[in-house]
């Protein structure tokens, strides 16, 4: 794909997609949205460009923002024996404070 670049290029300009219909040469250039569409083709030299629809230039700007614009990646669920296993530790844990909390409150404070 060949990009034309206007000298002087503002920022915010739109870039549009080309292709010619004669030879299939595919080109992106940046036009004022006032601009006429491009039709002479730059390789075959043809009146066959036509203008593609193709999706935005869109940024986020400022902080907050994954990457790649999609936000935080999701955790994939958890299977059943994760959760399972994950139940275990948590009642092998409540059982092992429960037998603590009886150790402690039967000795004497020192």
Avoid at 43 to 63: M, P, T, Y
Avoid at 90 to 108: I, L
Wanted: glycine share 10%; hydrophobic share 30%; with cysteine.
């Amino acid at each position: 794909m060949v990009t034309l670049r206007a000298v002087g290029r503002q920022a915010g300009m739109p870039t549009y997609e080309y292709r010619c219909n004669n030879c299939g040469h595919e080109l992106e250039a940046f036009q004022k949205i006032t601009e006429a569409a491009l039709t002479l083709c730059p390789q075959c030299s043809q009146d066959k460009l036509e203008r593609l629809i193709s999706g935005g230039n869109f940024v986020l700007k400022g902080g907050g923002w994954a990457s790649d614009n999609y936000g935080t990646p999701k955790r994939p669920p958890k299977t059943d024996g994760q959760q399972a296993d994950k139940m275990d530790k948590a009642h092998k844990k409540s059982a092992e404070d429960a037998k603590k909390a009886a150790e402690t409150k039967g000795k004497p404070a020192a």
